[in-house]
C-alpha cells in the first residue's frame, strides 16, 4: 500500500506540474485528487499555496473523508474538498477529479448557451459525456454546493461549471489528465473555429458515436498512459528533481 500511494503521489504531482507547463494553471488555486485504491475515504489533494509548477510528491497531502490532513505539512483547501469529496463520493469513475479554471476551456462557460461541439476529433472523445452545469452558485464553501455540482456531473466525466471552469474526471490519474489535456484542445479549436464568424462544420451523429467507441476501447485505450509516461519523461529530463 506504501507503494502504491507513493506511486499515485508521483503522479498527482507530475500532473499538477504539466498543467502549469500548458497554462491550465491559475495562481495558486484549483485542485487535483486521487481516491486511494483499497482505503476507504482516503483521498490524495494538492496542498493551497504551492505553487503547481514547484509541485513534488512530498507535498501532497493525504486527507480523509472529511477533509481532515492525515499525512502532510499543510491543510486542504476549504473548497477543493467541498468539491472534490462529493464528487469521489457520488461518480464510480472518479478516481481521480481533477478541477481547473483552463482559458479556452472557461471561456466556453462564460458564453450563454455555447456547449462543447462535435467539430473536432479531439471533441469526439467527449460525446455525450459532457454535463453542464450554467448556475453558479458562488465559493463553494459547503457540503449542499458540492453535492448539487456531483449531482450535475452524474456518470459524465466532464463537467462545465457556468461562469467558473471545468471538472474532468476519471479511472486514473493518467487517463484523467490525458482527457483535461485534450479537452482543453478541443475547446480551443472551438474558440478559434467560432472566432472566423463562419458557421461551425459539425460531424454527423453516427460517426461522432464510432469514433468515441474507437477512442474509449481498442488499441487507443491505452494511449492515456503512454502519453502521460512520455510527459514524465519530459520532466525527468527538463526538472530533474521533480520527483523528490
Known amino acids: 500500500m506504501e507503494n502504491l500511494i507513493h506511486q499515485a503521489k508521483v503522479d498527482l504531482a507530475a500532473s499538477l506540474r504539466l498543467a502549469a507547463r500548458f497554462g491550465f494553471n ?68 472518479a478516481h481521480a477529479v481533477l478541477h481547473t479554471h483552463m482559458p479556452y476551456a472557461t471561456a466556453l462557460c462564460c458564453v450563454e448557451e455555447t456547449e462543447l461541439e462535435p467539430i473536432s476529433q479531439n471533441a469526439l472523445r467527449f460525446w455525450n459525456d459532457v454535463a453542464y452545469d450554467w448556475d453558479y452558485n458562488g465559493l463553494a464553501e459547503d457540503a449542499a454546493e458540492g453535492a448539487r455540482m456531483a449531482a450535475c456531473l452524474g456518470d459524465k466525466k466532464v463537467l462545465f461549471l457556468g461562469n467558473h471552469g471545468v471538472i474532468v474526471v476519471g479511472e486514473s490519474i493518467a487517463r484523467a489528465f490525458d482527457d483535461l489535456y485534450y ?24 460517426v461522432a458515436g464510432k469514433a468515441k467507441a474507437d477512442i474509449d476501447g481498442g488499441p487507443t485505450a491505452t494511449y492515456a498512459a503512454k502519453h502521460f509516461d512520455g510527459l514524465k519523461a519530459v520532466l525527468d529530463a527538463e526538472a530533474p528533481g521533480w520527483r523528490g
Open 26 to 93: 491559475e495562481g495558486v488555486c484549483n485542485h487535483f485528487s486521487f481516491a486511494v485504491p483499497g482505503m476507504s475515504d482516503r483521498y490524495l489533494l494538492n496542498p493551497h499555496g504551492v505553487h503547481w509548477s514547484q509541485m513534488t510528491p512530498d507535498d501532497i497531502l493525504l486527507i480523509d473523508g472529511e477533509g481532515r490532513t492525515v499525512e502532510g505539512r499543510s491543510q486542504a483547501e476549504l473548497t477543493a474538498f467541498t468539491i472534490h469529496g462529493a464528487i469521489h463520493r457520488a461518480n464510480p469513475r
Open 183 to 206: 479537452l482543453e484542445r478541443a475547446c480551443e479549436l472551438q474558440v478559434l473555429a467560432l472566432s472566423t464568424g463562419k458557421p461551425l462544420r459539425r460531424i454527423g451523429d453516427n
